[in-house]
């Protein structure tokens, strides 16, 4: 499970870096591509701007899937207060924007497993497949924007993952 998600969230990383090398995140000393997981990082009283964080839900099974075949449900969510220049005024077109890009991300839906734990990652003998998103309405969070779409990813484990 560790695999698949950390595979997914760096493909997410890495496109985003080729997409749009100008949505970064300052964050503990080192400017990197605007998405993070949620449960790798510290507690925040307000959750960043014009980043995509990454929510793991849960895993499920499927009676109807291989035993193998693990489901995890994750949600990206994102919020915007618009620019600064146009003092806000074009919040509604950042989280258009933003919807794009998620959506570009997210295609093509598939990516070779790769083991983070060793340097440089080494290759597995399956994929990470994940579904189109299912977006969820705006809300209007004081000044800001936020969505949340759903995707599900699914990784067959493999002999020796926990």
């Known amino acids: 499970m560790q695999n698949a998600q950390n595979t997914f969230y760096m493909t997410l990383r890495n ?4 997409l749009n090398p100008n949505r970064t995140i300052y964050l503990r000393g080192i400017t990197r591509p605007g998405i993070l997981v949620e449960s790798n990082e ?6 960043y701007s014009n980043v995509f964080i990454l929510r793991w839900l849960g895993l499920h099974y499927d009676p109807y899937l291989p035993e ?11 919020l915007t207060e618009g620019t600064t220049a146009n003092l806000g ?10 919807d794009a890009e998620l959506t570009a991300l997210l295609s093509p839906n598939a990516a070779t497993k790769l083991n983070y734990a060793q340097t440089p990652p080494t290759e597995m003998e399956t994929q990470v497949f994940w579904t189109e998103a299912t977006f969820k309405p705006v809300k209007v969070v004081r000044d800001r924007l936020l969505r949340a779409a759903t995707v599900f990813v699914f990784s067959y484990q493999e002999p020796g993952e926990l």
């Open 15 to 18: 496109r985003l870096a080729t």
């Open 42 to 47: 510290l507690v925040l009283a307000e959750p």
């Open 68 to 78: 193998l075949l693990q489901q995890m449900e994750c949600e990206i969510e994102y």
């Open 89 to 98: 005024m074009d919040r509604g077109q950042m989280l258009a924007e933003m």
